[in-house]
Nanobody, 117 residues
Framework: QVQLVESGGGLVQPGGSLRLSCAAS????????MGWYRQAPGKQRELVAV???????NYAGSVEGRFTISRDNAKNTVSLQMNSLKPDDTAVYYC???????????WGQGTQVTVSS
């Protein structure tokens, strides 16, 4: 059974930092592209950052330079370090595991991030 369990969300003031973590089980973690997505109220889910099995990373333009995704294949974890947070970063953040062959997508339950003074 595949499980993705996020942690680390919460309430933070603008300009602050948070670190999200996602622990994966039931998959061959090193072969998966791991990503973070977010969904704000009334908006569609959007990509925040991804880390491929080959070690490449990619970021949404709105978080480039502020967020950093990292993975530990030995521990089956992926993290998202979020700095200089803005109110627009407020959303539920979801961990995703994706593989092309065979095509599979797995999601965590989400963790709330609220940026507010």
């Amino acid at each position: 059974q595949v499980q993705l369990v996020e942690s680390g969300g919460g309430l933070v003031q603008p300009g602050g930092s948070l670190r999200l973590s996602c622990a994966a089980s039931g998959i061959l973690f090193s072969r998966y592209t791991m990503g973070w997505y977010r969904q704000a109220p009334g908006k569609q889910r959007e990509l925040v950052a991804v880390s491929t099995s080959g070690g490449s990373t990619n970021y949404a333009g709105s978080v480039e330079g502020r967020f950093t995704i990292s993975r530990d294949n030995a521990k089956n974890t992926v993290s998202l370090q979020m700095n200089s947070l803005k109110p627009d970063d407020t959303a539920v953040y979801y961990c995703n595991a994706h593989i092309l062959l065979p095509r599979r997508d797995y999601w965590g339950q989400g963790t709330q991030v609220t940026v507010s003074s």
